[in-house]
């Protein structure tokens, strides 16, 4: 269970309380698993986690990526939290500027403002958010068309 003390709530960062209780759940399972799994066993405990922390997501969820205006393929991010964040894992002994990059990526092609990189496979466990300065509110994207 995820404990309401831990103090990673910053109300300067925007979904602050959602991405606290994310990082709490991934905290939770890797002190009760280590390092050293593939990553789908992150992937499924996590799911328990955040099931019993009452968030809802969508696992592998796969989202249609465009290119000026154009369907050209698709892509499976491993969690869309609640529709608004997207959580990539890992479980490798170093996250690399290639799964950043991957990352901010998902972030830009989903149109979403928020994301987080979680590495399971360091001794402790690794987590970075990630912003889309490219990002585009609803309400202006709407106002672009008008």
Excluded: W
Excluded at 53 to 74: C, D, K, S, V, W
Excluded at 118 to 123: A, C, P, R, S
């Amino acid at each position: 269970m995820l404990n309401a003390s831990i103090p990673m709530i910053n109300e300067q960062y925007k979904y602050s309380e959602l991405t606290s209780k994310i990082i709490g759940c991934a905290m939770t399972v890797h002190k009760t698993l280590g390092n050293g799994f593939q990553e789908v066993i992150y992937q499924r405990a996590l799911e328990i986690e955040m099931r019993l922390a009452g968030l809802q997501f969508n696992r592998e969820f796969e989202m249609p990526i465009f290119y000026h205006e154009i369907h050209i393929g698709t892509r499976r991010v491993d969690f869309l939290v609640e529709d608004i964040i997207s959580l990539e894992l890992k479980a490798l002994t170093k996250l690399e500027d290639v799964h950043f990059a991957q990352a901010i990526n998902y972030l830009e092609a989903y149109n979403l403002e928020i994301g987080l990189l979680v590495n399971f496979g360091e001794t402790s466990l690794n987590f970075k958010r990630i912003t889309n300065k490219k990002y585009k509110s609803p309400q202006s994207q709407k106002s672009n068309k008008s």
